[in-house]
């Protein structure tokens, strides 16, 4: 089957929400089935579920599971979650939940995303707490990758400010960005930056993205 899954995973706060909604919107704006997963079974502020209307409007299917009854350390996933290795000529994005405790649930799905194929895409922020240094990085990942049974395979640059990203903002990041992938062992896929930061001329290695995701006490963005 022509169908593709990218795994979404990162630090608390690195953005891997907001990138996970960008893709899922582009990809169905292509034309393509597109469908987001919402495993952060840790953050209730900023998920993937959060967003239901805004996906719909965009033609984006949403599974997102209630972990109801359920540990962090053994999860019970709801068999809708499954359907997605049944599903032909789509794009599946998992947006998973951060750090190793969120990756516990993503972990109950790892023979069947190994039996199918997948990429996981490992989002890095200069500017978020604890991942500040490239050598803060690989810990990180390592325990993403233990808690999640899986292996990431490219690293993206997400390092903002909020509001206050500018171009610069992320190009003093890519650095960072690079020495992290280095030490990951994994190749650095590009750098995003936000709309409003991006010129009229983006610089290679950059990919311009929209800031989706707001927090609760801004205004609700006009989509």
């Known amino acids: 089957m022509n169908s ?48 239901g209307p805004f996906l719909e409007k965009h033609g984006v299917q949403l599974i997102a599971p209630v972990f109801a009854n359920t540990t962090l350390d053994t999860p019970v996933l709801p068999p809708e979650i499954y359907s997605i290795f049944n599903m032909e000529d789509t794009d599946v994005f ?32 200069r500017y978020r707490i604890l991942s500040t240094k490239p050598e803060e990085t690989l810990p990180l990942l390592r325990e993403i990758e ?37 030490l990951c062992g994994l190749p650095l896929l590009y750098s995003t930056i936000p709309d409003f930061a991006a010129g009229e001329e983006i610089p290679e290695g950059f990919k311009v993205v929209r800031r989706y995701v707001h927090f609760v006490w801004e205004d609700e963005a006009d989509y």
Do not use: W
Not at 11 to 32: D, F, I, P, Q, S
Not at 96 to 108: K, N, P, Q, Y
């Open 146 to 182: 233990g808690a999640s049974h899986l292996r990431a395979t490219a690293v993206v640059n997400n390092s903002h400010l909020g509001v206050d990203t500018t171009l610069q903002t992320v190009r003093d990041a890519v650095d960072f960005a690079e020495e992290s992938a280095r």
């Open 4 to 51: 593709n899954i990218t795994v979404i995973c990162g630090h608390y706060g690195c953005g891997k929400t907001n990138l996970a909604l960008n893709l899922a919107v582009e990809a169905a704006a292509k034309g393509r089935r597109s469908v987001i997963v919402d495993m952060d079974i840790v953050n209730p502020y900023f998920r993937s579920s959060e967003y």
């Open 94 to 125: 998992i947006d998973a939940g951060g750090d190793d405790v969120g990756a516990t649930a993503l972990g109950r799905l790892s023979r069947e995303l190994t039996q199918a194929g997948y990429e996981m895409i490992y989002v890095v922020n």
